[in-house]
């Protein structure tokens, strides 16, 4: 369990904005066991606190540990998780891109209910 924390710590990226807000960086897999438990957990309860925008501008990158390569013209990306790994991370991205307002709580009940 140590060795996940430490992983997710070093997933985030803390920049000072001139804000004074706290930009977070998530990268994120789909279905990873870790990335569940994190999102779920405490990520879900921080971004569920009040006023918790005001302190932190923060972001999901639903990519994980994928590789792409071109195939002609199209690439073709490989999870680690499989197929259902990367079928994730795109609803992942469409709902980041395509819903409105605060689609972090999609993403959080995604990850819940993928399990």
Not at 50 to 64: H, L, M, Q, S
Not at 79 to 103: I, V
Request: proline letters at 4%.
């Amino acid at each position: 369990m140590q060795i996940f924390i430490i992983f997710f710590i070093s997933l985030f990226i803390f920049n000072s904005y001139s804000d004074d807000r706290v930009r977070i960086d998530l990268y994120d897999e789909s279905l990873c066991p870790g990335c569940v438990q994190f999102v779920t957990g405490s990520f879900s309860t921080a971004i569920k606190t009040p006023e918790f925008e005001k302190i932190c501008d923060y972001k999901i990158w639903p990519y994980g540990n994928a590789k792409e390569r071109k195939d002609g013209d199209k690439w073709v990306f490989t999870c680690q998780h499989g197929e259902k790994e990367c079928y994730g991370n795109l609803l992942q991205t469409c709902a980041l891109n395509k819903l409105p307002g605060n689609p972090y709580l999609f993403i959080v009940c995604l990850e819940r209910e993928a399990y």
